[in-house]
């Protein structure tokens, strides 16, 4: 997981998420109570297709941050094939860190403190975030899970996060290279560290989740869409899949099916991480 340690809710029911409802299976999460709204930014509301964006800070349809995260919404669709959707998410964006921390620790006491939150439900796609040094990356990485829970019946939790992971990257490098976890994965991979798809698949809840398994998510989601034409196709395929059906099945068993070797390939993939193109990625 990047620094920015923005967090998506699941839905599963655990006794960390007292107050969270299970919906299904799927990594959403629901309040069994709405939140009080005091305290949530209100003064600015900007509108901008499936976007929303209620703040105290002044902002415009022309303001960087709304036109990146619309731009965004045109490169998730077209990169994954999911439809654009009119459920809108919707973007608290508090004017710092206090105020931000404040309501949060109110409205859900029993979360973690983290620098961004994806909450969903049937009510509401919302997402929580303060305006600070790393807002651009956070924002995009929590709109990304809004995008994704618009458009599909649900998402596993390790594919979730793992693209998340990948449309966080800002900057316009086509091949969306997460630096930091390009050269962390190529470290593990000589210390030994081999992938496990399958034991990714089992993680339930955000809480079992590990940095190397961020890494290992995003390094999936980046193999998938970029290694070939055909591997390509298989991700966007299951994607489609969920979008009529909340359990297609196992992706990992499509995999083994389709891609002999596709540990190992992955891991030639990893490795291949140490080149020229994977500086020019922004952060």
């Known amino acids: 997981m990047t620094d920015h340690s923005a967090l998506h809710i699941p839905r599963i029911l655990t006794p960390l998420r007292l107050g969270l409802l299970t919906l299904a299976v799927g990594v959403w999460g629901c309040a069994t109570q709405s939140p009080t709204m005091s305290g949530l930014p209100s003064r600015y509301s900007v509108s901008s297709d499936q976007l929303v964006v ?41 004017s710092n860190e206090s105020e931000y921390s404040n309501y949060m620790s109110e409205a859900y006491p029993d979360l973690p403190p983290r620098r961004a939150f994806f909450i969903g439900s049937p009510a509401e796609l919302a997402v929580y975030a303060f305006n600070g040094d790393q807002v651009r990356v956070d924002l995009r990485h929590e709109y990304t899970h809004g995008l994704l829970h618009a458009g599909l019946k649900a998402v596993p939790l390790w ?20 630096v930091e976890h ?20 089992s993680l339930e809840d955000v809480a079992e989740m590990h940095r190397l398994d ?6 999936w989601v980046h193999f998938l869409l970029h290694e070939s034409p055909d591997t390509q196709m298989l991700l966007i395929n299951y994607l489609n899949d969920l979008r009529e059906n909340p359990d297609p099945g196992s992706l990992a068993d499509r995999i083994e099916s389709e891609m002999p070797h596709a540990s190992e390939r992955l891991l030639s993939y990893v490795s291949g991480f140490f080149m020229p193109h994977a500086t020019t990625a922004s952060f």
């Open 214 to 219: 961020y890494q290992e998510s995003w390094a």
């Open 159 to 178: 594919l979730d996060e793992g693209i998340a992971e990948y449309f966080e990257v800002t900057g316009r490098d086509p091949q969306r290279v997460n």
């Open 54 to 94: 209620l703040t105290d800070i002044e902002m415009t349809k022309s303001d960087p941050l709304i036109l990146e995260l619309k731009e965004l919404r045109n490169q998730v669709a077209e990169t994954l094939d999911v439809p654009l959707e009119e459920r809108r998410v919707v973007v608290y964006l508090f």
């Open 182 to 201: 390009a050269q962390r994965l190529s470290t593990a991979v000589q210390n030994g560290w081999r992938p496990d798809l399958r034991r990714l698949e």
